[in-house]
């Protein structure tokens, strides 16, 4: 079941304001591979903005968003020159269709269980052409972002009409060496709030990845630390993957 933070129309709604565009260094990461690549499916798009954006920089081929979550799919679909697909990546059956597939926003961290990981990544091989690329990134467990997750590090946005909404994060369950769990907490003067929306996300370290990617047919084929192309390291706050055909 997909995030209430995803799932539910008014917070899927303040996604794009609490991330925006130019905040997205992600964003700036990916596009000119997408910009590369003929055909490209977005696994977890969420609100779809990455595809919207390559579509209005004139990639002109063709362009999948899928996402489980009803929320962010009804946001996705209003850009309507783009196929948007609801569904979980585990459950995708394109067949050697893609030259890309991406991953952002940490989407990849919301498969928890190794089933699902697993199942999820022969998805891709499978979705992949034999020359395509799974472009992704997950946060490095070394640099434990989950420390700074802390009610003290509250954030307030302007919601969709304006309304002042403070976010605030409770870790509810911290690292284990494989996940950690928090809650998101939405208040502010609006009928859709509060709400509480939690998740769980899974934190995998490098030899896990590769071993991950392997089994799946996947080999990795450019890594990187950050989405300015740095090196992956022990401090690096991501370990980006770019990974082939094995
Ligand atoms: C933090 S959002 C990122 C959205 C978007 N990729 C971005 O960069 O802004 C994570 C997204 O992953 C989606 N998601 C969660 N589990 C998924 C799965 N198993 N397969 C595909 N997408 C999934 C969620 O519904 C959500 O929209």
């Not at 799974?134 to 070394?142: C, I, L, Q």
């Amino acid at each position: 079941m997909a995030d209430r933070l995803f799932d539910d129309a008014y917070l899927a709604a303040l996604y794009d304001l609490w991330y925006p565009r130019p905040l997205r260094d992600d964003y700036d990461f990916y596009l000119p591979r997408i910009m590369a690549a003929g055909s490209v499916l977005d696994a977890g798009c969420g609100t779809g903005t990455l595809l919207a954006d390559a579509r209005a920089r004139g990639h002109a081929g063709r362009l999948v968003g899928l996402d489980p979550a009803p929320g962010m799919l009804a946001c996705a679909r209003r850009h309507a020159d783009i196929e948007w697909v609801l569904g979980d990546l585990a459950s995708a059956r394109w067949e050697g269709e893609f030259d890309l597939i991406v991953m952002t926003g940490h989407a990849f961290q919301a498969m928890v269980e190794d089933a699902d990981l697993a199942a999820a990544m022969a998805a891709v091989r499978r979705a992949l052409a034999p020359d395509g690329r799974f472009a992704f990134e997950t946060r490095n467990p070394a640099v434990r972002a989950w420390e700074r997750w802390r009610p003290e590090n509250a954030s307030t946005i302007a919601g969709p009409g304006g309304e002042a909404v403070t976010i605030t994060t409770r870790v509810t369950a911290p690292f284990d060496g494989r996940t950690v769990s928090f809650t998101h907490s939405f208040t502010g003067d609006h009928p859709a709030l509060p709400q509480v929306s939690g998740s769980t996300l899974r934190f995998l370290d490098e030899a896990g990845l590769e071993a991950l990617l392997s089994a799946a047919g996947l080999t990795i084929v450019e890594r990187y630390g950050d989405f300015d192309g740095g090196p992956p390291s022990a401090q690096s706050p991501e370990i980006v993957v770019i990974a082939g055909v094995a």
